[in-house]
């Protein structure tokens, strides 16, 4: 099991222990006092109701924790179920796109190298983590109901879960040698990786993947709920976890860790999921109307109607808007 998936339960756990009584003085703090209540009377809302366009137009469901729950038994399933290749069955690189950009890009001394490794790591934690701590402090802070807290949680956990499932199928079935595999080749003390299995799990790139999906969401977040108030704020939050997504990415090709073709890949795995997924399935559902057309009423409204008449048969369109 990855670290990051590891960090991730943790988390989540930590959500289900200590938040019900978060939640408890959440409420009780939130109860309108005598003056708010007035005010309310008078046309006002008190300050900590959450408006509606933060909340996800769409709450969890029984599906969506089912899906969840079968995503994570898939997810321990590849984790454990089986065993990483022992050798490669993808040795080439791309043409014209993986030599060239490895030949740019990668560090010229092994310690450098590995300083770039550890440095992404770093940067890989951050970016995961993230999006799980913001949906649990940032609505917190902003007084708004456990509810969110619990919606956004989840969301995280199945996109979290999907990205992996994305991720360590190709790593476990497909096999394909990292560019530093090259490198031993020519020279064994290339790397402190030589000669680890590890070296056959270059596609693509787990580590550019799992972090920009964790940055995609955390920009979902941002831009939908609003946890750090809206803004300047949570457009910061936003470019922050893209920030530490990029230094991820190009970290692994600093180290010659991936192929360029293998973080490219990442890029779009990491933002469909990380982006679109509770983008699309919780904050607009691409099969429902959005709040917009909700608020302004049902819209146009149109019909074919037969008309009949003498020596003529026909139809009209009629609409009103």
Not at 248 to 262: G, Y
Request: aromatic share 8%.
């Amino acid at each position: 099991m990855t670290l990051s998936t590891r960090i991730t339960a943790a988390l989540f756990g930590l959500v289900v222990v200590v938040t019900p009584a978060v939640g408890r003085a959440q409420r009780a703090r939130a109860a309108p006092s005598a003056a708010e209540s007035e005010g309310a009377r008078g046309g006002q809302q008190p300050a900590r109701l959450l408006r509606a366009e933060h909340a996800p137009v769409r709450r969890f469901e029984v599906v969506d924790y089912l899906a969840t729950l079968a995503a994570t038994g898939v997810y321990y399933a590849i984790e454990f179920g089986l065993d990483s290749p022992r050798g490669a069955e993808w040795t080439k690189p791309v043409p014209v796109l993986d030599e060239p950009t490895r030949d740019l890009l990668m560090l010229g001394s092994r310690e450098a190298r590995q300083i770039a490794d550890r440095g992404g790591d770093l940067l890989w934690y951050s970016a995961t983590v993230y999006p799980v701590l913001l949906s649990i402090a940032g609505p917190l802070a902003q007084g708004r109901s456990f509810d969110q807290v619990w919606q956004m949680s989840m969301m995280n956990l199945q996109v979290f879960m999907v990205a992996s499932i994305l991720v360590r199928i190709p790593h476990k079935l497909l096999g394909r040698e990292r560019p530093d595999a090259v490198g031993c080749r020519e020279n064994p003390d290339h790397s402190v990786n030589c000669g680890s299995v590890n070296q056959y799990v270059s596609f693509f790139g787990g580590h550019a993947a799992i972090s920009i999906t964790g940055a995609s969401l955390a920009c979902a977040h941002h831009q939908h709920a609003q946890p750090l108030g809206g803004g300047l704020a949570d457009r910061l939050g936003c470019a922050g976890a893209m920030a530490a997504a990029g230094g991820v990415f190009l970290s692994r090709l600093f180290a010659d860790r991936h192929w360029l073709s293998d973080q490219l890949v990442s890029i779009v795995v990491g933002f469909g999921v990380g982006y679109g997924l509770p983008t699309l399935l919780y904050y607009k559902p691409f099969w429902r109307p959005s709040r917009e057309h909700r608020s302004n009423g049902p819209g146009p409204r149109h019909a074919i109607v037969p008309v009949v008449s003498r020596g003529h048969l026909g139809a009209a369109w009629l609409a009103t808007f």
